[in-house]
């Protein structure tokens, strides 16, 4: 007869008390599929981290183990952390490419008093779930609300808003346009776009006749970015003076070759780029360009893997190596360091990050690459989003 839930995840608490010397950290995330640079990101920042930092926390031992969702799969997400915590007995969930996936995992947090490190998964409402939960990535209001006060300051006071249609792209949606009519601009039309997307020339057609003078997208980063980009130029909008605006998700650095010239001089805002000039990246894009093999694969998800790291081993020595999640999110309320991104916070009310936002623009390089150049800086910013989720 099978345990309920329950009792399995008490069974487990008390034999992994037991074993504390070593330290299982479960990690979901697209290991395969259409997503795997992101899983692949994921894998190489805690790589980059644990090379940096060691596998140690005073007598204990930290142990990855990883599972695999390739694409947006609740029920998966929930039945693979549910295994980690019952039978793998692990004391931290980490990863989570996708908000449904997060938020499916939620409830089992606190039967397994096991704490939940977001390293990507972007909707704001995921850290309201549970108190069990701090997020080192960010949110789509946090990215996306600076980018409007760029486009109205550039002159911009009419735009048409494109997203997919899910969490982060609703978040996206409402964000930009909280931000941009409060500056004094018109959101003229705001289109959600269904998740399985591919073919955008009616959505460009609608966009071209609504009278915009700019659009704000948000996609969710992967391949559909590729033909987003390509669909906008191919219809004339960028010949037409429309300009196109969105978090850094539609010029993630593994996506430039690709989108090349097509993509020159586009403005994005985001918490990260493998371009930003500090010590602390240097080394960072050193180690994790180790790890991941192909330095050009390196995108915005290895780094709030490799900083879900470092506050997992705050937890770890607070806890002294002990099973108890409501100490171990307490211990990094409040907590502060200097990322490979620049200065950040695990906010103590929220757990969200406090981080800088940086204006990007995509530039070529002398040797014909193409990068995120930062231009400006939006610092400490928190999440607008919160308030809007409670």
Do not use: C
Not at 91 to 99: D, K, R, S
Not at 102 to 125: D, F, I, Y
Not at 297 to 326: H, L, N, P, R, W
């Amino acid at each position: 007869m099978k345990l309920p839930i329950i009792a399995a995840l008490a069974a487990t608490l008390f034999s992994s008390v037991a074993a504390a010397d070593t330290i299982k950290v479960g990690v979901i995330g697209p290991m395969s599929g259409p997503f795997a640079i992101h899983g692949k990101n994921f894998k190489a920042g805690i790589d980059a981290w644990l090379a940096l930092n060691g596998n140690k926390i005073g007598d204990n031992t930290i142990e990855v183990v990883y599972r695999d969702v390739p694409q947006p799969d609740p029920a998966q997400s929930k039945a693979l952390a549910q295994e980690l915590v019952v039978k793998e007995g692990v004391q931290y969930l980490g990863g989570f490419m996708f908000t449904p996936d997060a938020m499916a995992v939620t409830p089992l947090l606190k039967q397994g008093n096991v704490a939940m490190v977001v390293m990507n998964a972007a909707t704001s409402a995921i850290v309201t779930k549970s108190p069990y939960v701090v997020r080192t990535s960010f949110t789509t209001w946090q990215t996306s609300t600076p980018i409007a006060k760029v486009a109205f300051d550039g002159g911009v006071k009419k735009v048409i808003s494109l997203v997919t249609d899910y969490g982060p792209g609703v978040d996206a949606e409402n964000a930009f346009k909280a931000a941009f009519t409060a500056a004094g601009g018109e959101v003229v039309e705001s289109i959600r776009m269904p998740l399985a997307t591919n073919d955008f020339s009616p959505i460009m057609q609608r966009a071209k006749d609504s009278g915009a003078q700019g659009v704000f997208a948000f996609l969710p980063s992967g391949p559909t970015t590729l033909g987003f980009v390509k669909a906008f130029n191919d219809n004339g909008l960028k010949s037409a003076g429309i300009k196109l605006f969105g978090p850094g998700d539609l010029t993630q650095e593994p996506d430039l070759p690709a989108l090349g010239e097509a993509a020159l001089g586009m403005q994005t805002t985001f918490h990260y780029s493998v371009s930003h000039v500090s010590p602390e990246n240097k080394a960072f894009i050193e180690a994790v360009g180790k790890a991941i093999g192909n330095p050009k694969d390196i995108s915005f998800t290895s780094v709030g893997a490799y900083d879900g790291m470092y506050v997992i081993s705050k937890m770890i020595e607070a806890t002294g190596g002990k099973q108890d999640a409501e100490k171990a999110v307490d211990a990094v309320k409040g907590l502060s360091w200097t990322s490979p991104r620049g200065p950040v916070s695990i906010d103590p009310e929220s757990r969200h990050i406090t981080q800088n936002i940086y204006l990007r623009e995509v530039a070529k390089a002398d040797d014909g690459s193409y990068y995120n150049k930062e231009t400006r800086t939006f610092e400490k910013q928190g999440d607008p989003g919160l308030a809007a989720a409670k």
